[in-house]
């Protein structure tokens, strides 16, 4: 591997991933079902990576795992 490449992949594993929480100008139901329509317009994050030992060969992820962030004037609403 040359040393360009090997820079290049070490400055984006530094970089952290960002979401971008919409506001929404409607309050969203809170029922625990988030396959309605109201929560179908709020994008899902980039899957989360689990910790787990790097090159040392530690056990792989087993599950998906995802959130969806949104607010209004009131409430910070986390699914």
Same mark, same amino acid.
């Given at each position: 591997?040359? !040393?360009?490449? #090997?820079?290049?992949?070490?400055?984006?594993?530094?970089? =952290? #991933? $960002?979401?971008?929480?919409?506001?929404?100008?409607?309050?969203?139901? /809170?029922?625990?079902? /988030?396959?309605?329509?109201?929560? !179908?317009?709020? =994008?899902? !994050?980039?899957?989360?990576?689990? /910790?787990? +030992? +790097?090159?040392? +060969? +530690? =056990?792989? !992820? $087993?599950? #998906?795992?995802?959130?969806?962030?949104?607010?209004?004037?009131?409430?910070?609403?986390?699914?």
């Amino acid at each position: 591997e040359e !040393s360009s490449d #090997r820079d290049f992949k070490l400055h984006w594993s530094l970089c =952290p #991933r $960002t979401y971008i929480a919409p506001y929404t100008p409607t309050p969203l139901e /809170i029922n625990g079902d /988030i396959n309605k329509e109201e929560w !179908s317009r709020i =994008p899902w !994050s980039s899957p989360y990576v689990d /910790i787990t +030992g +790097g090159e040392e +060969g +530690g =056990p792989s !992820s $087993t599950q #998906r795992t995802q959130m969806k962030l949104a607010w209004d004037e009131e409430y910070l609403y986390i699914a």
